[in-house]
């Protein structure tokens, strides 16, 4: 894996050291997961859901079990290829059961014990400096108003991808029509151009989301080991809001990077490094069409797992 950055400290953790924790799953089937789990593979229970004592996931990889166990992104992730391999025959199926009352980080430690104990993790972790970048307001102000949630479910609907419209039924915005509740809608084409549309969103839901489409629309995509930047949220904007926006993505840019463009001397990233397609760079659309802008800063310390062994066949149950 490619990380960028220089390690300023490392904190060495065993698997031993996690058992030592003592927390786990009051009962746990780990298998191999083969071709005749069929999909739709539904990742089911545990803490915050319907079913809090069971979790269920019937056909998962490696690098997911690791994500959920430690609560990281996949870009904080150092680890072999076959972890990082999206097309790896590796796949697993999970069911353990535990008090209904365990809290989401209690749950992450049983994962982590249960990875131990069946294939025999061997971790450290390590700090390692990402991009970054401050989300600030700009002239003029935010170009989006709050908005006031339907009553209904309030529960966080996640990411719905389109390569392109189809037969769904779609609004006045051009976007499939969904039921309130705090969701992103994405529809992309072949050429690199990107609509996303973020519903009923907080600022540090908004975040996350933004750091990925800042590394892939430079063509560093998280899936090929680079470290996605980190944002940070100075804009002081506490409601939930919900607004479009248009960019595009790496299939057009220009060859020159953001880091190696001349710097315009305001601190923001660039202009010349705008998409020869019709929508802006992902950094000319945050200011132009939210009223926001990206400021880049300096580098962001973060926790990095490192997976030092980890076998790729279970132990028997």
């Known amino acids: 894996m490619r990380l960028a950055g220089l390690c300023s400290s490392v904190f060495f953790a065993s698997g031993i050291a996690a058992l030592a924790g003592g927390l786990t799953f009051d009962a746990a089937s780990v298998k191999m997961s083969g071709p005749e789990v069929q999909q739709p593979y539904i990742i089911a229970g545990g803490p915050g859901t319907s079913d809090p004592g069971r979790f269920r996931a019937p056909r998962v990889d490696m690098s997911y079990l690791l994500v959920r166990a430690f609560g990281v992104s996949a870009d904080q992730l150092v680890a072999p290829a076959w972890i990082r391999n999206a097309g790896s025959p590796n796949n697993f199926s999970i069911m353990a059961t535990m008090p209904p009352d365990t809290t989401k980080e209690q749950f992450q430690l049983m994962l982590q014990n249960l990875l131990v104990e069946r294939f025999h993790l061997v971790f450290h972790h390590e700090t390692r400096n990402f991009p970054g970048y401050e989300l600030v307001v700009d002239k003029g102000g935010p170009k989006f108003k709050a908005v006031t949630p339907a009553q209904g479910d309030t529960r966080d609907f996640g990411t719905t991808l389109f390569g392109g419209m189809g037969n769904a039924p779609h609004g ?31 600022m540090a839901q908004f975040i996350p989301n933004l750091e990925h489409l800042i590394g892939s629309s430079q063509g560093k995509s998280v899936a090929d080991g680079y470290p996605q930047p980190r944002v940070v949220d100075k804009t002081g904007l506490k409601g939930k809001y919900t607004f479009i926006l248009e960019f595009q993505g790496a299939a057009n840019l220009r060859s020159t990077p953001p880091e190696a463009a001349p710097d315009p001397g305001n601190g923001s990233p660039p202009a010349a490094n705008e998409p020869d397609g019709a929508f802006p760079s992902i950094f000319t659309a945050i200011q132009e069409q939210l009223g926001l802008r990206l400021v880049k800063t300096t580098n962001v310390p973060v926790d990095v797992i490192v997976v030092d062994s980890v076998d790729k066949v279970p132990t028997k149950n």
């Open 172 to 202: 006045a915005d051009g976007f499939p029509v969904f039921p309130p509740g705090s969701r992103v809608i994405g529809v992309g084409d072949p050429s690199g151009q990107q609509r996303m549309k973020y519903q009923e969103r907080t």
